[in-house]
């Protein structure tokens, strides 16, 4: 109500604004500093295969360990990051200690790390890959970006020049959260990438959902005619491992299988 508080006064939709600016910039200022202190660090999830139950990589999701709040959750902090450049220097680092750590891993297991887009637009990305592989070590064809959907369509036309220049240096290209953005099928033929990650919503609601459960059916049934490998995020039951077996669908994350952990393990055996 604030045309009743009249002149001077300051309405609740204000203060909750400021206060929210406020936060903002408290947590941009705090993000400056929490790569000095060494408050970031990685978890690791396992991505099993559903042919014959491998633990074939790991996706690297970034961890913030505040002094005074906490466990930040990567879905505050990262678009913070994204709108003040920091995810440039933020990102730089994920790549350089996802890679030194998958250095390390036995049985040629991959590791996929989550592109912003703004680093997506950067004319330094190629770089910080080559980089990042080139220290640690790891052979590109070990490395794996996933760039959302929405990233992708955002990144405009050039994108697709990218994306062949990442994949030239044989570094794989994930597109993440599958479903959850505006592009339209035809996207998946003109984009060159190695996997689509199918949205978890879409796993918690086939059983449950028809639109989920067809839409679900539609992206393995499209990914197996491209030659594109299809992962399901977010698998927490039994029942959900089962039924995108029966899909075809080709590999999986999610709970069931393993949460992430600071150290990379091998899952426990789900199926
Ligand atoms: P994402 O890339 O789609 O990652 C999957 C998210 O789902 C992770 O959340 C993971 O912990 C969670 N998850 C995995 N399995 C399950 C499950 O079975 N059930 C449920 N309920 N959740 C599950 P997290 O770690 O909080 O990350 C959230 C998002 O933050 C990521 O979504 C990604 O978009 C972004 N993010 C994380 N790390 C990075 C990073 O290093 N760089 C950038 N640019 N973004 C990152
Ligand atoms: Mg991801
Ligand atoms: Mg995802
Ligand atoms: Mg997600």
Partial sequence: EAKRNGGGQTSCYQVGMKEA??????LESDMRI?????????AYQPVMTLCDDRIIGYEALIRWDHPVRGLVPPASFIPVAEQSDQILAIG???????????????????????????QLRSPRLLEHLISALTTSGLPADRLEIEVTETALIESGEKVSEILTAIRTLGVKVAMDDFGTGYSSLSHLRQLPFDRIKIDRSFVANAMTDQSSMAVLKGVIQIGRDLGVSTLAEGVETKGQL??????GCDVIQGYLIGKPTRIARQAMAAA
Avoid at 242 to 247: C, G
């Fill in 21 to 26: 600016v406020a936060e903002r910039h408290s």
């Fill in 34 to 42: 929490a790569m000095g202190r060494r408050e970031f660090h990685l």
């Fill in 92 to 118: 730089r680092w994920v790549l350089e200690e996802a890679c030194r750590e998958a250095a390390t891993w036995i049985d040629d297991r991959h590791v996929a790390v989550n592109v912003s887009s703004v």
């Fill in 242 to 247: 089962d039924l995108l077996r029966s899909l």
